[in-house]
T-cell receptor, first 116, second 113 residues
Framework: AQKITQTQPGMFVQEKEAVTLDCTYD???????LFWYKQPSSGEMIFLIY????DQQNATEGRYSLNFQKARKSANLVISASQLGDSAMYFC?????????????WGLGTSLAVNP | DGGITQSPKYLFRKEGQNVTLSCEQN?????MYWYRQDPGQGLRLIYY???????QKGDIAEGYSVSREKKESFPLTVTSAQKNPTAFYLC????????????FGSGTQLSVL
């Protein structure tokens, strides 16, 4: 069965430093996509970054990068130069590409607090 | 500006009452979704729709109903059969395609009086 595991319930980072949020996944399908979303206290989920299972390079979007290690089934989010506005919940999610599957499997999230 | 609008932001339900949460999008997306979020839990899929007049049950559809009469609108009704409706409800939409990201609304917090 598909599964997403985020082992860090809470993380602290000093402003301007980098932080890594862990995500491991389990799937038997060779084709899948991995997503990271940010949820600030306002509640809206904001898309951050996407990685396809066949992508040769790690995805990057501005200060966000995804450390994709396929053999270890991990897709860690790296936030560089943390800002106070990065304080939020962060969710990792996975969708299998094959078939007509429209479901995303979500992790439980990691709460990130950026200290000034 | 294109986006997803959910209303109301806060909603209170009395015992035995049905309530409807609104979700409207102007992104011209085919697919729309309803998720439930409980404290300390990830998102759980209630219903989704890939096309007008068609929708499928998600993982926790019992006690909920939806309709998709227009592409832009995907309202969720929380029926009296849902015995534990207190949660944060998020609506989302996306284009077709497995790697298409979801765009979310700002959510509705439903509480029971």
């Amino acid at each position: 069965a598909q599964k997403i595991t985020q082992t860090q319930p809470g993380m602290f980072v000093q402003e301007k430093e980098a932080v890594t949020l862990d995500c491991t996944y389990d799937t038997s399908d060779p084709s899948y996509g991995l997503f990271w979303y940010k949820q600030p206290s306002s509640g809206e989920m904001i898309f951050l970054i996407y990685q396809g299972s066949y992508d040769q390079q790690n995805a990057t979007e501005g200060r966000y990068s995804l450390n994709f290690q396929k053999a270890r089934k991990s897709a860690n989010l790296v936030i560089s130069a943390s800002q106070l506005g990065d304080s939020a919940m962060y969710f990792c999610a996975m969708r299998e590409v094959a078939g007509n599957n429209r479901k995303l499997i979500w992790g439980l999230g990691t709460s990130l607090a950026v200290n000034p | 500006d294109g986006g997803i609008t959910q209303s109301p932001k806060y909603l209170f339900r009395k015992e035995g009452q049905n309530v409807t949460l609104s979700c409207e999008q102007n992104l011209n997306h085919d697919a729309m979704y309803w998720y439930r979020q409980d404290p300390g839990q990830g998102l759980r899929l209630i219903y989704y729709s890939q096309i007008v007049n068609d929708f499928q049950k998600g993982d926790i559809a019992e006690g909920y109903s939806v309709s998709r009469e227009k592409k832009e609108s995907f309202p969720l009704t929380v029926t009296s059969a849902q015995k534990n409706p207190t949660a944060f409800y998020l609506c989302a939409s996306s284009n077709q395609g497995a790697n298409e990201k979801l765009f979310f609304g700002s959510g509705t917090q439903l509480s029971v009086l």
